[in-house]
């Protein structure tokens, strides 16, 4: 079982690292120590038994809250990290009094779609070519999917 805990900017380096090892564009430190300075950030760590194998980073603004991102350390997943992460941030969420949240996913990231879909969230709507193409990858579409805080 993952301990789950808050962090800030000083964690920006760690939070690097992660996102590398998960994301075919990855994020910088220096972005990461701009985003978690920001109001209304959330950011949840997933520790394992040397170091973080996953976060989740949320922007609140009024009611609603987006996912930023969510990422699990590749040999580190199906073991339940990424669903205690959207968990315990939606613990943090109907703390502060957030009614609904959502997200953008590739509309080709099967996997993710998946975890999203087994957590309550549907598709309520599409942004063609939201991800830019790069020089190993054709543009592609967002899914936006959406959810209550609070599941029935
Ligand atoms: C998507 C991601 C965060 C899932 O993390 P995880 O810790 O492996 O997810 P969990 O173990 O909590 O999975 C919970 C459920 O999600 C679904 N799921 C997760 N990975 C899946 C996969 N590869 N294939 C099919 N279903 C999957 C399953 O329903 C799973 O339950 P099960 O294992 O009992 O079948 C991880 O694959 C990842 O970091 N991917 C790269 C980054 C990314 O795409 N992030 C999302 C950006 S929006």
Redesign the pocket.
Same mark, same amino acid.
């Given at each position: 079982m993952n301990r789950i805990a808050r962090f800030g900017p000083e964690q920006a380096g760690v939070l690097a690292i992660l996102h590398g090892h998960?994301?075919a564009s990855p994020w910088q430190a220096s972005e990461f120590e701009i985003l978690l300075r920001q109001p209304g950030i959330m950011a949840l760590m997933a520790e394992g038994s040397e170091c973080p194998v996953?976060f989740i980073l949320i922007r609140a603004v009024a009611d609603e809250a987006e996912?930023l991102? #969510? *990422? +699990?350390?590749?040999e580190?997943?199906?073991?339940? +990290? *990424?669903?205690? #992460? #959207?968990e315990a941030a939606s613990t943090h969420l109907q703390a502060g009094s957030i009614a609904r949240w959502f #997200?953008? +996913? *590739?509309a080709d990231?099967?996997?993710?779609r998946?975890?999203? *879909?087994?957590?309550g969230f549907t598709v309520c709507g599409t942004r063609p070519n939201y991800y830019a193409s790069s020089p190993t990858r054709a543009a592609a579409d967002a899914v936006v999917m959406m959810r209550p805080v609070a599941l029935l």
């Open positions: 998960c994301f996953g996912i991102t #969510l *990422a +699990v350390e590749p580190h997943r199906r073991q339940g +990290v *990424a669903s205690r #992460l #959207l #997200l953008e +996913v *590739a990231n099967a996997e993710a998946a975890l999203y *879909a087994r957590h």
